[in-house]
């Protein structure tokens, strides 16, 4: 069943409305997160402002290739100059109008009017040549592709698809233009295979370098314009040489009104999908310097877990090393007592200051210099390892900008400045704090302070008497009731008569207590070294955490960020995918209609 013309015309108004949504959401994603060139943004709302406009009929190639003598041929009057030189200094608009007039407009283009039936339906662009000397207008060419309907590239057979063509064609395919290949000047050649070989030059050079088989006209321009100035069988005769016919056909008949709406609503498209690559090109170069910022960011993590387990594991080691000197003080305490409560010492048990003065060098002994040096080691050991760590922080930073440097001056086009700006400053300022942290790091105020802290701690947990009674003054401190127990032992067993009795029942009390005192002792000293160990190491982790956070929160923010606008991106190339299968079939319909 054929579709008529009103439910047409209602389809082809959904398809410009949904285009002008399309349009709307994708100036806004390339404001939020692309930062693309703002021109872009300026194209589009200059291509859908086009939509309300007549079919645009963009004239392109190099100087000289006779753009201009085509355009004349076609409104077979000279409206345009031509010459040998860049005749054309601006983008000219032709439009219709009853009377031919011109005037320069705002945008300083020229703007031509004039009466040929052919421009009430179709405005003309004709623009500077592509290789222009005034390579400014190459610029303003450039810009005005995008809201071109249908592009006519005008090429000169004795110098078909030049290097500055080829280019041109390539830079105009990206906008997903349709191009139509005008060959000129074919009055040039002598023969009919000389110009089937051009032709076929041009043809495969598209297909092979550019991707698209061209629709081809070759004409004679000149020819046309001397047929439309003679008469009778001459202009007959120059008419058909100049083959002219078949690029009208093509103008006036084949590009009908049907084409003509539906080569207006692909010009968006066109645009919609040149954009879009470029901003997913944008994003998705984005996400990559965030994945290995991340990969960073893991790295420090994963080097700063290792640094605890390895701390903690060698602290465990190093406070063995201090439990093992309480548990010589206990074995020796253990056979002082077996060696000293015993009645064949029963004499020596009576002067307990003696007995102090053995328990000390044989029990205590070095015990107290070999605990504070062990701490000490301790402190050096901790100060050391972070000094260390940071070291190792630095020396992975000052690579992973080296291969960042690499990796960024590899990438075309930029990734957005204020991304770019953004991650490098937060980057170097945890470059910054590392290399600060090495170049002020005083290793011997360090421990200073480290040992004050320490020291606090032992004092909480008992472990230094009142006055600042040294470690082995604690001990004794911790065995004098044991000791002071043993002139009791004598005493009593003198006053009693019942010594031999009670002196093994002391010598075991009193070995208990001293056990239970080196257990206390150890507890508490295990205690106070394991607080202040895990406090430092807190402190230590912390400060490494606090350097990376803002680079951190940087990075997973822009991820969460990249990643909703590849979403989005993928949302609307679908949508231009769908828009786009969708006027093609509203054609296909019409044509059968």
């Not at 093992?324 to 253990?334: A, K, V």
């Not at 003054?473 to 009693?496: K, S």
């Not at 150890?522 to 990376?548: C, G, P, W, Y």
Request: some cysteine; glycine content about 6%; charged content about 30%.
């Amino acid at each position: 069943m054929a579709i008529t013309g009103a439910v047409l015309q209602e389809q082809q108004r959904e398809l410009f409305r949904r285009e002008r949504v399309l349009v709307g959401e994708l100036q806004t994603s390339l404001v939020q997160f692309a930062e693309i060139d703002p021109a872009h943004v300026k194209t589009l709302r200059e291509v859908m402002t086009a939509l309300d406009e007549l079919f645009l009929l963009v004239i392109v190639g190099e100087f000289n290739a006779g753009k201009s003598a085509t355009i004349n041929a076609l409104l077979r009057a000279p409206v345009l100059k031509e010459g040998v030189t860049p005749t054309t200094a601006a983008i000219t608009l032709l439009r219709y109008g009853e009377q031919a007039a011109e005037r320069t407009n705002a945008q300083g283009m020229l703007d031509i009017s004039y009466p040929a039936d052919f421009l009430r339906d179709i405005t003309i662009v004709d623009t500077p040549g592509v290789n222009a000397v005034l390579r400014h207008h190459e610029q303003l060419t450039e810009e005005f592709i995008p809201r071109s309907d249908l592009v006519l590239f005008i090429a000169s057979v004795d110098r078909p698809f030049a290097e500055s063509e080829r280019a041109f064609l390539e830079r105009m395919r990206t906008w997903g233009k349709k191009v139509v290949i005008v060959l000129n000047k074919i009055d040039l050649l002598r023969t009919p295979q000389a110009l089937q070989e051009v032709v076929d030059f041009v043809r495969e050079n598209c297909k092979n370098l550019l991707g698209f088989e061209p629709e081809i006209f070759p004409v004679s321009a000149h020819n046309a314009q001397q047929a439309q100035a003679e008469s009778g069988p001459e202009a007959i005769r120059l008419w058909e040489q100049s083959r002219f016919g078949s690029l009208e056909h093509f103008l006036f008949h084949t590009l009908d009104e049907a084409e003509r709406v539906r080569l207006k609503l692909l010009t968006p498209l066109g645009v919609m999908q040149r954009l879009l690559a470029e901003t997913r090109g944008v994003v998705e170069q984005r996400a990559s310097l965030l994945e290995e910022d991340a990969r960073t960011i893991a790295t420090i993590e994963n080097q700063l877990k290792l640094y605890r387990e390895d701390m903690e594991r060698n602290f465990s080691h190093r406070l063995g090393e201090i439990e093992n000197i309480i548990l010589e003080m206990r074995e020796r305490g253990d056979r002082f007592f077996d060696d000293t409560i015993r009645l064949g010492r029963i004499f020596d048990l009576i002067h307990a200051e003696r007995i102090k003065g053995d328990f000390q060098e044989k029990v205590i002994g070095d015990s107290e210099k070999r605990i504070d040096g062990t701490v000490q080691q301790l402190i050096d050991w901790i100060v050391e390892q972070e000094q260390r760590f940071w070291q190792d922080i630095m020396e992975y930073l000052d690579r992973r900008k080296e291969v960042s440097a690499r990796r960024e001056s590899e990438m075309i086009g930029s990734v957005g400045r204020q991304f770019d700006y953004n991650r490098r400053v937060l980057l170097q300022e945890v470059a910054r704090t590392a290399d600060n942290v090495l170049h002020t790091y005083d290793r011997e105020a360090e421990a200073v302070e480290l040992s004050q802290d320490l020291r606090a701690s032992v004092v909480q947990a008992g472990l230094v008497g009142a006055g600042g009674v040294g470690l082995g003054a604690l001990v004794v401190a911790a065995t004098t009731v044991a000791a002071l127990d043993i002139t009791g032992i004598l005493t009593g067993m003198l006053l009693l008569g019942i010594g031999i009795y009670i002196i093994p029942a002391k010598r075991t009390r009193a070995k208990r207590d001293f056990n239970l005192k080196m257990d206390e002792l150890r507890a508490r000293l295990h205690q106070a070294m394991s607080e202040q160990f895990r406090k430092e190491l807190n402190s230590s982790t912390a400060r490494v955490m606090d350097a990376i956070a803002p680079y951190t929160r940087f990075v997973r923010a822009e991820q969460e960020r990249t990643g909703q606008a590849l979403t989005r991106l993928a949302s609307m190339e679908n949508e231009v995918a769908s828009i786009t299968n969708a006027v093609e079939d509203l054609q296909a319909r019409a044509s059968k209609g």
